[in-house]
């Protein structure tokens, strides 16, 4: 039963362009976002968080955005850049416990 | 500063091997998380310490699966009697309290079982 879902493997967008990475998710405990980026033969790294008492969250060239209602959230990257290209997942934290609940990635490449 | 860090970052066991994996969480970093993840999929969690208590071991998968953290930095995940379906990267972070904080990752050991 997978609670976080990321439908898309992979994502192909030209430099300059936007860049949108989806997730859904099923519980509606969980109450906090994050969505981490990983490189080939490194860790995740951390990117964006957003709770759930809000509805967007920017840093610079990336935005993420939730849904509550849809149980779903966005990643949206302007402008993509080829050092953009990595694997993204979105992971969800509910209250109360202690992990993440990660998806399963989407890998994004950025064509220059 | 330094990262997280673990060791060794491959490894290469045959059936019924017993392995020892490390992590070296930040400085200071009271909570630390040991994660699973196979070839395609995301980070699976395993267990969890708040310095050396241990206070979640839900994700281990079965109880060839240990983990210790005996004076609340260094980790050990340890598989005994390793089966081919343990292959995967093993991936240790750290928060500073271990609420909904952003964690840091290690690199990751690759496991793989021969």
């Known amino acids: 039963d997978q609670q976080v879902k990321q439908n898309s493997p992979s994502l192909s967008v030209q430099e300059g362009r936007i860049s949108i990475l989806n997730c859904d998710y099923t519980?509606?405990?969980?109450?906090?976002f994050l969505w981490y980026k990983k490189y080939p033969a490194e860790g995740p790294t951390f990117l964006i968080s957003i709770s759930s008492i809000k509805d967007k969250n920017e840093d610079g060239r990336f935005t993420v955005f939730l849904n509550k209602s849809a149980k779903h959230l966005s990643l949206h990257i302007v402008p993509s850049q080829p050092g953009d290209s990595a694997v993204y997942f979105c992971?969800?934290?509910?209250?109360?416990?202690?992990?993440?609940?990660f998806g399963t990635g989407t890998r994004l490449k950025v064509l220059a | 500063g330094a990262g997280v860090s673990q060791s060794p970052r491959y490894k290469v066991a045959k059936r019924g091997q017993d392995v020892a994996l490390r992590c070296d969480p930040i400085s200071g970093h009271v909570s630390l998380f040991w994660y699973q993840q196979a070839l395609g999929q995301g980070p699976e969690f395993l267990t969890y310490?708040?310095?050396?208590?241990?206070?979640?071991k839900s994700g281990l998968p079965s109880d060839r699966f240990f983990a210790e953290r005996p004076e609340g930095s260094v980790s050990t995940l340890k598989i005994q009697r390793t089966q081919q379906e343990d292959s995967a990267v093993y991936l240790c972070?750290?928060?500073?309290?271990?609420?909904?904080?952003?964690?840091?990752f290690g690199p990751g050991t690759r496991l793989l079982v021969l």
């Open positions: 310490f708040q310095n050396e208590a241990q206070l979640d």
């Open positions: 519980n509606s405990m969980f109450d906090y």
């Open positions: 992971a969800a934290w509910e209250g109360g416990t202690y992990k993440y609940i």
């Open positions: 972070a750290s928060s500073f309290q271990g609420d909904q904080e952003t964690q840091y």
